[in-house]
């Protein structure tokens, strides 16, 4: 069975500095992709960043990049020059392989950022 | 814009009422949708696929005769809860894959939160 986990509950971090969010998931599948989505406090889930099981370089959207090991089965989003507004729910989520389209979310990290 | 529009946003009402809430893909036809239940703090739990034409898919512990799925068409999923009761108190939110490729991330409705009295 596929399988998602974040271990931090929560995380702060000062404005302007740089955070790294874990992800670990537990797949047999060769074919997979995985998700960083950010839920705020309003409750819209908003996509941050893909990454293909098969891509050979890790994604990078903006602030937003992923650390991928595959070896070690981790995606580990890190953020950038953090902004007030980066404060929100993250979510690690896998989608394929024997899952087809169905997506499957982690437990969730909440992000404080301090000014 | 959006593209998932999901409705009502809040709905709040009585004991034993059935509550039902709709899913819409605006600009794109989705064979397949997926509903998902939050609550507070913490993450989404995937209730059950939707599929254009045919019966949903439930995951194991969701009971279907209490969250009835229809996906009449090919931009339309609903989500009724029958007889609710204050335990069926939660976030439900709705999401729809734009395209067959599975590297493309899903669209999400805004969610709808549900109080039961």
């Known amino acids: 069975a596929q399988k998602i986990t974040q271990t931090q509950p929560g995380m702060f971090v000062q404005e302007k500095e740089a955070v790294t969010l874990d992800c670990t998931y537990d797949t047999s599948d060769p074919s997979y992709g995985l998700f960083w989505y950010k839920q705020p406090s309003s409750g819209e889930m908003i996509f941050l960043i893909y990454?293909?099981?098969?891509?050979?370089q890790n994604a990078t959207e903006g602030r937003y990049s992923l650390n991928f090991q595959k070896a070690r089965k981790s995606a580990n989003l890190v953020i950038s020059a953090s902004q007030l507004g980066d404060s929100a729910m993250y979510f690690c989520?896998?989608?394929?392989?024997?899952?087809?389209?169905?997506?499957?979310f982690g437990a969730g990290t909440r992000l404080f950022v301090k000014a | 814009g959006a593209v998932v529009s999901q409705h009502p946003s809040w709905v709040i009402c009585k004991s034993g009422t059935s509550v039902k809430i709709e899913c819409r893909s605006l600009?794109?036809?989705?064979?397949?949708m997926f509903w998902y239940r939050q609550f507070p703090k913490q993450s989404l739990m995937l209730m059950a696929t939707?599929?254009?034409?045919?019966?949903?898919?439930?995951e194991q512990g969701v009971e279907k005769d209490k969250f009835l799925i229809n996906h009449a068409s090919l931009t339309l999923s609903t989500l009724t809860v029958t007889s609710a009761h204050p335990e069926d108190s939660s976030f439900y939110i709705c999401?729809?894959?734009?395209?067959?490729?599975?590297?493309?991330?899903?669209?999400f409705g805004d969610g709808t939160r549900l109080s039961i009295l």
């Open positions: 600009d794109f036809q989705a064979t397949t």
């Open positions: 939707s599929n254009e034409g045919s019966k949903a898919t439930y």
């Open positions: 999401s729809a894959p734009r395209s067959g490729y599975s590297n493309q991330p899903q669209h």
């Open positions: 989520a896998m989608r394929g392989g024997t899952g087809g389209f169905k997506t499957i």
């Open positions: 990454q293909g099981s098969y891509d050979q």
